[in-house]
Nanobody, 121 residues
Framework: QVQLVESGGGLVQAGGSLRLSCAAS????????MAWYRQAPGKERELVAE???????DYTDSVKGRFTISRDNAKNTVFLQMNSLKPEDTAVYYC???????????????WGQGTQVTVSS
């Protein structure tokens, strides 16, 4: 039905930058909010940043001023630009999207498979 594929993770030194991408494909009618979550070892998954269909954004406090979420609606893609990375940003980052399938009037949430981000000190 719908697939979310993330890319752009990797290993970076503290203070460095990475840009994550997540492309949605499948029988998509429309996409409402898109978001990035992360989960560090031994911790619960947390919301990092969210962007609505009207490009209103919200961030968790720990990344404000360092991360920027954006989207390309024509390509059903969401991005996360991560600057000034810290070791505590190390986690698996997951893409999430609220999607309405074609021929449906209901929205449901879909998840990507995750991409590892490791920040060394």
């Amino acid at each position: 039905q719908v697939q979310l594929v993330e890319s752009g993770g990797g290993l970076v030194q503290a203070g460095g930058s990475l840009r994550l991408s997540c492309a949605a494909s499948g029988t998509i009618g429309s996409i409402d909010a898109m978001a990035w979550y992360r989960q560090a070892p031994g911790k619960e998954r947390e919301l990092v940043a969210e962007i609505t269909s009207r490009t209103s954004t919200d961030y968790t406090d720990s990344v404000k001023g360092r991360f920027t979420i954006s989207r390309d609606n024509a390509k059903n893609t969401v991005f996360l630009q991560m600057n000034s990375l810290k070791p505590e940003d190390t986690a698996v980052y997951y893409c999430n999207a609220r999607v309405r399938l074609r021929m449906s009037d209901r929205y449901r949430f879909y998840w990507g498979q995750g991409t590892q981000v490791t920040v060394s000190s």
